[in-house]
């Protein structure tokens, strides 16, 4: 039978400040006048000079983990950290003006997430995935109309297919 939580010891964990004091409560006329989205909007707007330097960042920090598996080859720790690394560019680079380079990510970590071990996994195709994300951060190749990006998605999209197609799914994959 599983422990109730009164079974279970616990911690209670307070912040270390209250964040009401931080803040500036709307007068109602102001409440009334507040759009949200438009806010969020506005903020993103103020840090969009910022996006293509993050971007490089997360490009920087992918480079590193992929010369930690050059140095010290593919252990669980060189392919969390550049899995992570990629997962991170998945997930940011639509909001960061960059969602080529996220689908360019998120093949990349298809291809980690579905080879059934990581002897498998080719290194010379992930040094392509990884010199394409940095490359097509560097040119600024943002979108659908940077043709060249496209291709080169497009490119790796399909020699990932092809890899994998060689390995039946898991039976939980079915």
Known sequence: MADTAKDQEYEILSPPSDLRSKVRELTPREAKKFDPVKAAEAALERLSSHFGTWMNNESATLLHAWEAVRAQGLNDDTLAALFQAAHNIKGQA???????????????????????S????????VE??????????????KD???????ELL??????????LA?????PDDV
Request: glycine share 8%; hydrophobic share 40%; with cysteine.
């Open 94 to 116: 639509l909001t960061l003006g960059f969602p080529l380079v996220g689908e360019v990510a998120a093949s990349f970590c298809h291809l980690i997430e579905t080879v059934p």
């Open 118 to 125: 990581p002897d498998k996994l080719p290194l010379s195709l």
């Open 128 to 141: 392509r995935y990884v010199e394409a994300i940095r490359a097509m951060v560097a040119e600024g190749a």
């Open 144 to 150: 659908e109309a940077n043709k060249t990006g496209v």
């Open 154 to 163: 497009k490119t790796l999209q399909g020699v990932t297919e092809e890899y």
């Open 166 to 170: 060689q390995f039946p799914p898991k």
